[in-house]
């Protein structure tokens, strides 16, 4: 009979799963999604083989729990950071810190979406729906208050994040740009004069 982790079987699931994510994460850096089997993430997580299979089925499954997990987290974690700011400027200041200090640690490997079948590509392009709508949210009010241009929103959302991906905010040498660069530059993008 295989050792339950914590005080109730809840305990136990819960611990299991946080286990599971952060070995799969570990592994993913290290190897990459291809190279990763379901059996490595348990020896890595410390449990059996199959107790894998109490939780996921798959390896594209637990990627897409795992980016789930990773993206409620975030959100809550952005949300409380939002909470009681008014001016729609010092929300997208929030929000492009958030977002690179997510991206310094949390990397999802190069080449992940063509690794996973369509259905997977899909399910992974809905994780960043919620993300999408707090900026969409920041950007209507800015421009409703006249402190952003107006400019079509959906163009501006995929602009402003770009600006955030990984390879924008790290320079030539690999360093990482200053978060302060990155945010003046994205403030200027909205028509913000002083970023």
Same mark, same amino acid.
């Given at each position: ?79 409380? +950071?939002?909470?009681? %700011?008014?001016? @729609? #400027? !010092?929300?997208?200041?929030?929000? =492009?810190?958030?977002? &690179?200090?997510? /991206? ?40 409703? +208050?006249?402190?952003? %241009?107006?400019? @079509? #929103? !959906?163009?501006?959302?995929?602009? =402003?994040?770009?600006? &955030?991906?990984? /390879? ?28």
């Amino acid at each position: 009979m295989p050792r339950i982790i914590g005080a109730s079987l809840t305990e136990h699931r819960d611990e299991t799963r946080r286990r599971l994510f952060a070995a799969f994460a570990r592994l993913l850096e290290e190897r990459g999604f291809d190279a990763v089997t379901l059996a490595d993430v348990a020896a890595e997580a410390g449990i059996g083989r199959t107790a894998v299979y109490n939780h996921v089925p798959d390896k594209e499954t637990l990627l897409l729990e795992y980016i789930g997990h990773e993206t409620r987290g975030w959100l809550a974690e952005l949300d409380a +950071a939002l909470a009681g %700011v008014a001016d @729609p #400027v !010092e929300q997208l200041r929030v929000y =492009v810190r958030r977002q &690179l200090a997510m /991206r310094r640690s949390f990397h999802m490997p190069a080449g992940l979406r063509a690794a996973v079948s369509p259905e997977a590509q899909a399910r992974l392009r809905e994780h960043a729906a919620p993300v999408e709508d707090t900026l969409r949210r920041i950007l209507r009010a800015g421009m409703k +208050a006249g402190v952003f %241009v107006e400019q @079509p #929103v !959906e163009v501006a959302i995929g602009l =402003v994040n770009a600006c &955030l991906t990984a /390879r924008v905010a790290v320079g030539r040498g690999g360093e990482r740009q200053p978060t302060s660069a990155v945010e003046s530059f994205v403030l200027r993008a909205v028509g913000v004069a002083d970023a």
